[in-house]
C-alpha cells in the first residue's frame, strides 16, 4: 500500500520540552500555592511560578498544535497518519472515560457501602459505634461528625437548573451532529452556524453551572467542606465542568479554523476529535444527571 | 493514497532530506528528538539512573536492618526511604525501562518507520525526568519526603502526612499524564503501523505483552490519578473523601487504589513476558511451543487482574462474599500464568540449548519468578492471608516478582538486543558473572524474608526483635551484594557501547523476527519503506 510510504516523521522538535518545562513550573507552583497556604506564609511567589509555568504552556498549546495544523494543510499527513490520530483521540478519551470511574466509583462506594454501616448496617455496621446515633440517608445532609463537617441545609434537585443543564448538552450534541454533517456535504455556512450554535449552548451551560455552585455555596451551605455528599458533588460536576470548558475551547478552536476555511469535506479529524470529544462530554453529563443528581 | 499533491510540492523538499541524515549534533539531539531509537535510549538510561538512586535507597534500608536496634538512620528517615525506594523503582525504574525497549523495538519488531506520534513520544519521555525532579526535591522538604509507603494509604497519606505530599501528588499526576501519551502511542503504532502483511496473530509476542500491558495503563492510570486528586483535595480543600466523619471511607482509598494497583503489578511484568519468550525461543532454537495460547492466557491474565483488587486488603474488613470472591479470582490467575510456564518449559524441551546470558536471566525469570507466584497463591488464601499481612512474606513474595521478574527480564532483554543497538557483542563473560552475582544475591536478599515474614516479622520497621537477626543480616548481605553487582552491569554497558567484537546482523542464530534483517547497530532511521511479511 502507497499510503505507507509517507507517514510522517516529523523532524526534532522543541515542544515536548516547552510542554514538559510549562507543565512542571505549573503543578510546582500549584503546589506550592497549596502548602504555602496551608502553613499561613505568603503564596505571592508561588502565584508567580504558576502563571509562569500557564503562560510557558498556553504558548506551547498555540505553537504545537499549530505546526500540526500547518502539516496538516501543507498535505503532509497520509491517510494512515489521520488513523493513528483517530486511535490516539480515542483511547485519550477512553483514559477519561476511567478518569471518572474513579470518582463514579467512589460515589457508588460511598452510598451502597459506607453511608448505611456508618448507619450501623450490615457486616460493617460496627463503625456506627464511632458515633452512635447517626442516620444514613441519602443525600447526606448531617454527617457522622457535624462539628468537623457541618452538612448542607439542603442540596441541589434535579428538575430546576440541572435539567435545563441536561437539554442545553443534549441539544449542544445533537448541533454538533448537524455541523459534521453540514462539514461533509459542503455546506460551510450550515457549519458555522450549527457550530457557532453549539458553542453557544456550551457557554450558557457554564454560565447555568456557575449560578448553580453560588446558589449551593451562599443559599444552601453546600460546600467542598460539607462532607461526603459535597465532595462527590463538587468534584463530579466540577471536573465535568473543567471538562465542558475544555471541550468549548476545542469548538471554538475548529469555529475558527472553519471561518479560516480549514478542512475539506473528507479531511477534518480536527472537528472530528472535538465532536467526539464532546459527545463525551456529553454521555459524562447524562451520568451525572442520573446518579448524582436524580437517584 | 494520493496526498494532495499541490501542497506536497511546496514541502517536499525538506520532508525527503530530513529522513536520510543522521542525528543532530549535540545536546539539542537528545532534547528535541523524535526518533523512536533515542527516545528509546533515553528511557533506558534514566530508568537505570532511577534503579541505582532507588537502589541506594534499598541499601540505606539493608544497612539499618543489618542489626536490630537502631544504627545508621532514624525512623522517620527510614519511612522516605522505603516509600521512595518503592516509588521510585515502580515509577522510575520498572516501568522506563519497559518503555524504552518498547520505543526501541516495536518499530523495529513490526516494520514501522518510528512510533506513531514521535512528538509526544518525547514528551513521554521528558515529564519523567520532570516528575522525578519534583518527587526526589521533596526529601528536602521541611517534614521531609513521604513516609506512607509507596503506597500511600489515607489517613497517613492525608491527615498525617509530610507537607511534601502536595508536591509528591503532583509528580504522580506528572507520572500519570506520561504513561498515559507513552501508552497510546503504543497502540496507535501497534495498531496503525504495522508493515503490510502482518496480522495481529503474526505479532511478535514482546508486541502483544506490549499491546495488552498499554491497554491497562491507558485503563487504570487515570483511577491512579482519581486517586491522588481525591487526596489533594482532602488535604488542601476539606474534602472528606477518605474521612469517615464527614461519610467518607479511608478504606475507599484502598479500594481506588488497588484498582489501579493490580493491574499495575502486571504492567510491570506482563512485557517481561513478551520478550523471555523471545529469549527462550531463541536459546532453545525452536519456535515458541503454543504462540497462540501466550497470546490468550496473557489477554487472560490483563482481564483478570481487574477483578482481583480487594485481595490486598483482605485484613481490613471487607465482607465475607467479597473475600470469597477475590479469592477465587486471584487464584484463577495461576490458570493463565501456567500456561505461561508450561509454554516455557515445553519450549526448552528438546531444543538445543545454550546458556548465554540473556538465556541464564530468562531461566532464571521462569523458576524464580514461578515461585514468587506461588507465594502469591499462599497469600491470595484470604483466611492465610490474615496471618502473612504487612509481614516481610509480603516483601518477599513482590521481591520475587519484581527483581527476577520484571528486573531479570530487562537484564535478559538489555543482554538479547544490545548487539542490535550498539553493533558490539557484550563482554560474555562478564554479563555471566554479572548474572551468578545478581542470582546469588538476590535469592540470599530475599529467600530469608519468607521465613521473617512467616515467623512475623512486621513490614516498614527500622527496628526488630532479636530472634529475627540471623535471617536479616544475610538478608542485608544479599542485598549488598546484589546491589554493588549492578554497577558491574553498568560497566558492561558502557564497555560494549564504546566498542568490542562487531556484531553481525543476526547475532543470535535461533533468533526470528524483523528486527534481525536489520545492520547492527540498527541505522538512525529504519523501515522508512515497510517490509513485506508473508
Same mark, same amino acid.
Given at each position: 500500500m502507497a499510503d505507507h510510504q509517507n507517514y510522517y516523521v516529523p523532524e526534532q522538535s522543541k515542544w515536548p520540552i516547552v510542554a514538559t518545562v510549562g507543565l512542571g513550573v505549573t503543578l510546582y507552583g500549584a503546589a506550592a500555592i497549596m502548602v504555602n497556604g496551608n502553613q499561613g506564609q505568603s503564596t505571592t511567589g508561588s502565584w508567580v511560578v504558576f502563571w509562569?509555568?500557564?503562560?510557558?504552556?498556553?504558548?506551547?498549546?498555540?505553537?504545537? !498544535?499549530?505546526?500540526?495544523?500547518?502539516?496538516?494543510?501543507?498535505?503532509?499527513?497520509?491517510?494512515?497518519?489521520?488513523?493513528? !490520530?483517530?486511535?490516539?483521540?480515542?483511547?485519550?478519551? !477512553?483514559?477519561?472515560?476511567? !478518569?471518572?470511574?474513579a470518582f463514579f466509583g467512589a460515589l457508588f462506594y460511598v452510598r451502597v457501602f459506607v453511608v448505611p454501616w456508618l448507619g450501623g448496617e450490615g457486616d460493617r455496621g460496627s463503625s456506627n459505634m464511632l458515633w452512635e446515633g447517626f442516620q444514613a440517608s441519602w443525600p447526606l445532609v448531617n454527617n457522622p461528625d457535624p462539628q468537623a463537617y457541618p452538612g448542607p441545609r439542603e442540596v441541589i434537585g434535579p428538575w430546576g437548573l440541572p435539567l435545563i443543564n441536561t437539554l442545553l448538552l443534549v441539544t449542544s450534541s445533537i448541533t454538533v451532529t448537524i455541523a459534521h454533517h453540514a462539514l461533509k456535504a459542503g455546506n460551510r455556512a450550515g457549519v458555522k452556524l450549527w457550530l457557532t450554535a453549539t458553542v453557544a449552548l456550551a457557554i450558557v451551560f457554564v454560565f447555568v453551572q456557575g449560578y448553580e455552585y453560588s446558589h449551593a455555596y451562599q443559599d444552601l451551605d453546600l460546600t467542598l467542606r460539607s462532607g461526603i455528599y459535597g465532595s462527590t458533588f463538587f468534584m463530579l460536576t466540577g471536573f465535568h465542568g473543567a471538562h465542558v470548558v475544555l471541550g468549548t475551547v476545542m469548538l471554538v478552536t475548529m469555529l475558527i479554523r472553519i471561518h479560516k476555511g480549514h478542512f475539506t469535506k473528507d479531511q477534518h479529524f480536527g472537528f472530528e476529535a472535538a465532536s467526539w470529544y464532546w459527545h463525551f462530554v456529553d454521555v459524562v453529563w447524562l451520568g451525572l444527571f442520573v446518579f448524582v443528581y436524580v437517584l | 493514497? +494520493?496526498?494532495? #499533491?499541490?501542497?506536497?510540492?511546496?514541502?517536499?523538499?525538506?520532508?525527503?532530506?530530513?529522513?536520510?541524515? #543522521?542525528?543532530?549534533?549535540? =545536546?539539542?539531539?537528545?532534547?528535541?528528538?523524535? *526518533?523512536?531509537?533515542? =527516545?528509546? @535510549?533515553?528511557?533506558?538510561?534514566?530508568?537505570?539512573?532511577?534503579?541505582? $538512586?532507588?537502589? @541506594?535507597?534499598?541499601?540505606?534500608?539493608? +544497612?539499618?536492618?543489618? /542489626?536490630?536496634?537502631? /544504627?545508621?538512620?532514624?525512623?522517620?528517615?527510614? %519511612?522516605?526511604?522505603?516509600?521512595?525506594? #518503592?516509588? =521510585?523503582?515502580?515509577?522510575?525504574?520498572?516501568?522506563?525501562?519497559?518503555?524504552?525497549?518498547? %520505543?526501541?523495538?516495536?518499530? $523495529?519488531? =513490526?516494520?514501522?518507520?518510528?512510533?506513531?506520534?514521535?512528538?509526544? *513520544? %518525547?514528551?513521554?519521555?521528558?515529564?519523567?525526568?520532570? +516528575?522525578?525532579?519534583i518527587l526526589v526535591s521533596t526529601l528536602f522538604m521541611e517534614g521531609g519526603a513521604p513516609n506512607f509507603g509507596w503506597t500511600f494509604y489515607a489517613p497517613l497519606s492525608t491527615t498525617y502526612g509530610p507537607p511534601s505530599t502536595t508536591f509528591f501528588i503532583f509528580a504522580i499526576h506528572i507520572m500519570g499524564v506520561s504513561s498515559i501519551m507513552g501508552a497510546i502511542n503504543i497502540i496507535a503504532t501497534i495498531m496503525n503501523l504495522r508493515a503490510p502483511g502482518m496480522t495481529l496473530m503474526k505479532m511478535p509476542l514482546f508486541v502483544w505483552t506490549w499491546l495488552i500491558t498499554a491497554f491497562l495503563l491507558i485503563a487504570v492510570m487515570p483511577v491512579l490519578a482519581g486517586a491522588v486528586t481525591m487526596m489533594l483535595m482532602d488535604i488542601n480543600f476539606g474534602t472528606s473523601f477518605f474521612d469517615a466523619s464527614g461519610g467518607g471511607d479511608p478504606v475507599l482509598f484502598q479500594h481506588v487504589f488497588w484498582f489501579f494497583g493490580h493491574p499495575e503489578v502486571y504492567i510491570m511484568i506482563l512485557p517481561a513476558f513478551g520478550a523471555i519468550s523471545h529469549i527462550v525461543s531463541a536459546f532453545s532454537r525452536k519456535p515458541l511451543f503454543g504462540y497462540a495460547s501466550m497470546v490468550y492466557a496473557v489477554g487472560a491474565i490483563a482481564l483478570l487482574s481487574f477483578i482481583v483488587w480487594a485481595h490486598h486488603m483482605f485484613t481490613v474488613g471487607v465482607p465475607l462474599a467479597g473475600q470469597l470472591f477475590f479469592m477465587y479470582a486471584t487464584m484463577l490467575i495461576a490458570v493463565p500464568t501456567g500456561v505461561k510456564v508450561f509454554n516455557w518449559v515445553t519450549t526448552m524441551f528438546r531444543g538445543s540449548l545454550t546458556f548465554e546470558a540473556p538465556m541464564l536471566f530468562a531461566v532464571a525469570f521462569i523458576i524464580l519468578f514461578s515461585i514468587g507466584g506461588f507465594s502469591g497463591l499462599m497469600l491470595a488464601i484470604a483466611p492465610a492471608d490474615f496471618q502473612y499481612h504487612d509481614t516481610y512474606f509480603v516483601v518477599a513474595h513482590f521481591h520475587y516478582v519484581l527483581v527476577p521478574g520484571a528486573i531479570f527480564g530487562i537484564f535478559a532483554s538489555a543482554y538479547f538486543w544490545l548487539p542490535k543497538w550498539t553493533g558490539h557483542m557484550y563482554d560474555e563473560t562478564l554479563a555471566k558473572t554479572h548474572f551468578w552475582l545478581s542470582f546469588i544475591g538476590m535469592n540470599l536478599a530475599f529467600f530469608p524474608m519468607h521465613f521473617l515474614g512467616l515467623a512475623g516479622m512486621p513490614r516498614r520497621i527500622p527496628d526488630y526483635a532479636l530472634q529475627f537477626a540471623d535471617f536479616n543480616m544475610v538478608s542485608s548481605i544479599g542485598a549488598f551484594m546484589f546491589g554493588a553487582t549492578q554497577l558491574l552491569f553498568l560497566f558492561i554497558v558502557v564497555k560494549c557501547a564504546r566498542g568490542g567484537e562487531k556484531a553481525p546482523a543476526k547475532p543470535w542464530d535461533g533468533a526470528e523476527g524483523l528486527e534481525w534483517t536489520l545492520p547492527s547497530p540498527a541505522p538512525y532511521h529504519t523501515f522508512t519503506t515497510p517490509p513485506d511479511i508473508k
Open positions: 509562569i509555568g500557564a503562560l510557558i504552556m498556553a504558548y506551547m498549546l498555540f505553537g504545537w !498544535f499549530g505546526s500540526v495544523i500547518r502539516e496538516s494543510r501543507a498535505g503532509l499527513y497520509s491517510d494512515q497518519m489521520d488513523r493513528s !490520530f483517530r486511535w490516539g483521540m480515542s483511547w485519550f478519551i !477512553f483514559s477519561e472515560v476511567m !478518569f471518572f470511574a | 493514497m +494520493a496526498v494532495t #499533491g499541490v501542497f506536497m510540492s511546496a514541502v517536499a523538499d525538506t520532508h525527503s532530506q530530513e529522513h536520510h541524515h #543522521g542525528p543532530a549534533k549535540g =545536546i539539542s539531539r537528545w532534547l528535541l528528538t523524535t *526518533n523512536h531509537k533515542d =527516545i528509546g @535510549s533515553m528511557y533506558l538510561i534514566f530508568s537505570f539512573a532511577m534503579f541505582l $538512586l532507588g537502589g @541506594s535507597m534499598a541499601m540505606v534500608i539493608r +544497612a539499618e536492618l543489618f /542489626q536490630p536496634g537502631l /544504627q545508621i538512620v532514624q525512623p522517620e528517615f527510614f %519511612n522516605q526511604m522505603t516509600t521512595m525506594h #518503592g516509588l =521510585i523503582m515502580v515509577f522510575g525504574a520498572v516501568m522506563p525501562a519497559f518503555v524504552g525497549l518498547a %520505543n526501541w523495538m516495536l518499530p $523495529l519488531m =513490526i516494520g514501522a518507520p518510528d512510533m506513531a506520534l514521535p512528538r509526544m *513520544n %518525547n514528551w513521554s519521555f521528558w515529564l519523567l525526568p520532570c +516528575a522525578f525532579l
